[in-house]
């Protein structure tokens, strides 16, 4: 079974910067799409972005132009590189994968498409 462990959370001023990690267990990595969702205290967990196992990459339109998804299949690590931070990207952000399906090109942008999931991250940006 993947297994999922995310670090680089933080705390941070709003304008600034912060990566986010996922190490993943498991040979099959290279072959499953990954993604990135966050959730806010009472508000549901929601599509951050995401990449497939070929590299194509979808991302919310709240973190377009700032956020970048990328994978590194050596080491078993997808990334998420977070810039211009804004108060409202305060939340938990998980790390996830659909697992057990080569995703070739194909990405998934609904929480629900996903059965892996790390413990989660705590990002938050100050005003």
């Known amino acids: 079974q993947v297994q999922l462990v995310e670090s680089g959370g933080g705390l941070v001023q709003a304008g600034g910067s912060l990566r986010l990690s996922c190490a993943a267990s498991?040979?099959?990595?290279?072959?499953?799409?990954m993604g990135w969702c966050r959730q806010a205290p009472g508000k549901e967990r929601e599509f951050v972005a995401a990449?497939?196992?070929?590299?194509?990459?979808n991302y919310a339109d709240s973190v377009k132009g700032r956020f970048t998804i990328s994978r590194d299949n050596a080491k078993n690590t997808v990334y998420l590189e977070m810039n211009s931070l804004k108060p409202e990207d305060t939340a938990v952000y998980y790390c996830?994968?659909?697992?057990?399906?080569?995703?070739?090109?194909?990405?998934?942008?609904?929480?629900?498409?996903?059965?892996?999931w790390g413990q989660g991250t705590q990002v938050t940006v100050s005003s």
């Open positions: 996830a994968s659909r697992s057990g399906v080569y995703s070739g090109y194909i990405y998934y942008s609904d929480p629900r498409e996903y059965d892996r």
């Open positions: 498991g040979r099959a990595f290279s072959r499953y799409a």
């Open positions: 990449i497939s196992a070929s590299g194509s990459t």
